[in-house]
């Protein structure tokens, strides 16, 4: 993690997390929101978005942990091979796609990333609207 986060002031930390929260209004984005708060608070994109990706960790494991007992009961053990598969799947997917992502904003802009926002949630407002 860069020296920028580490020097995050207590408020900017509590300010970052507010705005991760805002994510629990259905359609807003959790690292969207997350990387936001963090740009405010005077991270770079780079920055930005590891200490969101950096973020989500906690919560990914504990949902994770939170659902094994579920798995493991007896009535689910046909499911214990399908839900492997998809978790080692999971984890190479979101593996390849932060480091990507943390790649790409070492020289690039978040604001490509904030149009999708808008555009996704707009049109997903309206489709819900007219369904």
């Not at 480091?99 to 555009?119: A, D, E, H, M, Q």
């Amino acid at each position: 993690m860069s020296a920028h986060v580490a020097k995050l002031s207590w408020w900017q930390g509590t300010g970052i997390g507010t705005a991760q929260a805002l994510a629990l209004i259905p359609g807003l984005s959790r690292s969207g929101s997350s990387m936001a708060g963090s740009l405010l608070a005077g991270l770079s994109n780079e920055d930005a978005a590891n200490f969101s990706f950096l973020l989500a960790t906690p919560i990914i494991l504990a949902a994770g942990l939170l659902k094994l007992p579920e798995l493991a009961s007896p009535q689910n053990h046909a499911l214990i091979a399908p839900s492997l598969v998809g978790a080692v799947a999971s984890a190479l997917s979101a593996y390849l796609a932060v480091r990507f992502l943390t790649r790409y904003f070492k020289t690039n802009s978040l604001k490509p990333f904030g149009i999708y926002c808008i555009v996704a949630g707009a049109a997903s407002s309206l489709f819900l609207l007219i369904r």
